[in-house]
């Protein structure tokens, strides 16, 4: 069955840098959205970014784009993101998901993913 695990969060002071990786087992991910995406205590599971697994096309939400980078290892299965300049709302547990998709748009609806992993908690102190 498909499994994503996460790693990589931590604790680290606004301003920083932290690299998340999911690793994605179970099926061939050739055709999916392979998204992350965060939830902090008493908010809704929004979205973060998304890159498409088949040509490394990638979209961020406006909160993350230009801090952060999100790529995958065909290699390796694996799916990164990388964050720099963090601020303390970047505060929350972050999800990887996947969705098949052979589409040209990208996914971004977290009620679209039906596979997730179990999250890792990034914390940005001020």
């Known amino acids: 069955q498909v499994q994503l695990v996460e790693s990589g969060g931590g604790l680290v002071q606004a301003g920083g840098s932290l690299r998340l990786s999911c690793a994605a087992s179970?099926?061939?991910?050739?055709?999916?959205?392979m998204g992350w995406f965060r939830q902090a205590p008493g908010k809704e599971r929004e979205f973060v970014a998304v890159?498409?697994?088949?040509?490394?096309?990638?979209t961020y939400s406006d909160s993350v784009k230009g801090r952060f980078t999100i790529s995958r290892d065909n290699a390796k299965n694996i799916v990164e993101l990388q964050m720099i300049s963090l601020k303390p709302e970047d505060t929350a547990v972050y999800y990887c998901?996947?969705?098949?998709?052979?589409?040209?748009?990208?996914?971004?609806?977290?009620?679209?993913?039906?596979?997730w992993g179990q999250g890792t908690q990034v914390t940005v102190s001020s």
């Open positions: 998901a996947a969705v098949w998709n052979s589409g040209s748009g990208f996914v971004t609806q977290p009620s679209a993913y039906p596979y």
């Open positions: 179970g099926r061939t991910f050739s055709n999916d959205d």
């Open positions: 890159v498409k697994w088949s040509d490394g096309r990638t």
